[in-house]
């Protein structure tokens, strides 16, 4: 397994984030060294959502307006159906997955997470996957959606769902080890 410990990663999510698309990403960069910060716009505890109903509460390691996208090398979109809908809305946290995307960092979008990455504009021509209900969302904003375990397109990872997570924390890991990827 390749080393994440000269990594710094953030994890970008808001309440309703489907629980273990955080905290089995999040222990995965961690048994690989990285430092792992969970960011969310108002900090403090976020309500998780596990399977059919609420879940675990975890404190916000750092609020939104209190970091830079330089502070970080990778990040990481957790899923949940509440959490990427409420993130879409704020101004500030598409600015922030957009400035990764933009710096060619690598991002990880797992289920519901690459809603996000529709806001940023920057996914025309891009190749991945989500929760298949997603798939003409991101075919209308330009990607090429496939339905596939785990897809992996220049720095960009993505998967379907909670069980495509030890495929997707895999390749998170190998790509956030490469680091910035030039188009």
Not at 19 to 25: D, H, K
Not at 85 to 111: H, T, W, Y
Not at 168 to 178: Q, V
Request: hydrophobic share 40%.
């Amino acid at each position: 397994m390749a080393s994440l410990s000269d990594r710094k990663v953030a994890i970008l999510t808001e309440e309703g984030f489907e629980q273990v698309e955080l905290t089995s990403p999040k222990e995965a960069l961690e048994a690989a060294g990285a430092t792992v910060h969970v960011i969310s716009p108002k900090g403090g505890k976020i309500k998780a959502w596990d399977k059919t109903n609420w879940g675990i509460e975890i404190n916000a390691d750092k609020v939104l307006s209190d970091v830079s996208p330089d502070d970080y090398d990778a990040l990481v979109l957790p899923g949940g159906v509440l959490n990427p809908d409420k993130l879409r809305q704020n101004v500030e946290a598409v600015a922030f997955v957009s400035s990764f995307m933009e710096e060619g960092k690598p991002v990880a979008a797992i289920c519901h997470g690459p809603q996000m990455l529709i806001e940023t504009d920057m996914i025309h021509g891009r190749r991945l996957t989500s929760f298949p209900s997603l798939q003409t969302d991101l075919r209308n904003a330009g990607a090429e959606w496939v339905d596939e375990e785990v897809v992996v397109d220049n720095g960009l990872v993505t998967s379907r769902r909670p069980a495509d997570l030890e495929a997707f924390n895999k390749k998170a890991i190998e790509e956030f080890a490469e680091g910035v990827h030039q188009e």
